[in-house]
């Protein structure tokens, strides 16, 4: 199966900036995903990425506060923006490969101060 | 939409004791379904998916579960635990074509000595 390379690993960022997480994949995918998993909690879509067209957000996400890129088969970005403690969380992106072939990537643990 | 169920957050359970983690899914088509095992500070790891061949799966490190559609279950077990199953497990389910997966909020297992 795919292996996921994300970084970065972990950031402490203050409150009002933005951070770009990237996700590389060592092989073509089809289907890439971006999950927020919120202290305590399980895992909850943000968004689905598809190369060359733009990224479907699920109910409570929008665009501007988490745009993602994904401009070719192998590698995505998500910005968190504007950045609030409430965005304190683990992200974590998520490809799929052949017949229901789910990875992860390690996750970016995120801390906003 | 999918949804799945996860009983009891936290589940103790002694050292060579049997390991039981209930999962109820929701869904509208026939679903695929997974369990993930999340160690602290890294990602999630496939323990073993159901994707409609035999309804009992078997995993990696012992485990397995079976897939009950009369009581839309996917339960996991392993016969004895061992400290190295200390970890948070997840249930997951998909709908097919969705690709989308949505997660249950997780059994956090503490194996005692």
């Known amino acids: 199966s795919a292996v996921i390379s994300q970084k970065p690993s972990r950031d402490i960022c203050q409150r009002g900036t933005s951070l770009t997480i990237q996700c590389q994949v060592d092989s073509q995918v089809t289907m890439m995903f971006w999950y927020r998993q919120q202290p305590g909690q399980s895992l909850t879509l943000i968004a689905t990425a598809n190369q060359g067209s733009e990224a479907t957000y699920e109910s409570g996400f929008v665009i501007d506060k988490f745009p993602i890129s994904r401009p070719n088969l192998t590698f995505s970005t998500l910005t968190v923006s504007n950045m609030s403690p409430e965005d304190s969380s683990i992200y974590l992106c998520?490809?799929?490969?052949?017949?229901?072939?789910?990875?992860f990537g390690s996750g970016t643990r995120l801390t906003v101060v | 939409a999918q949804s799945v169920t996860q009983l009891g957050s936290h589940v103790s359970v002694s050292e060579g004791a049997l390991v039981l983690l209930r999962c109820n899914y929701s869904s509208s088509v026939p679903p695929y379904l997974f369990w993930y095992v999340q160690y602290p500070n890294q990602g999630l790891q496939l323990l073993l998916k159901y994707t409609s061949a035999a309804t009992l799966v078997k995993g990696i490190n012992g485990f397995e579960a079976e897939f009950k559609k009369s009581e839309t279950s996917f339960h996991l077990t392993k016969p004895s635990a061992h400290m190295s199953d200390a970890a948070e497990y997840f249930c997951?389910?998909?709908?097919?074509?969705?690709?989308?997966?949505?997660f249950g909020k997780g059994n956090q297992v503490v194996v005692i000595p």
């Open positions: 997951a389910v998909s709908e097919g074509g969705n690709n989308r997966l949505a």
């Open positions: 998520s490809a799929i490969q052949g017949d229901y072939g789910y990875t």
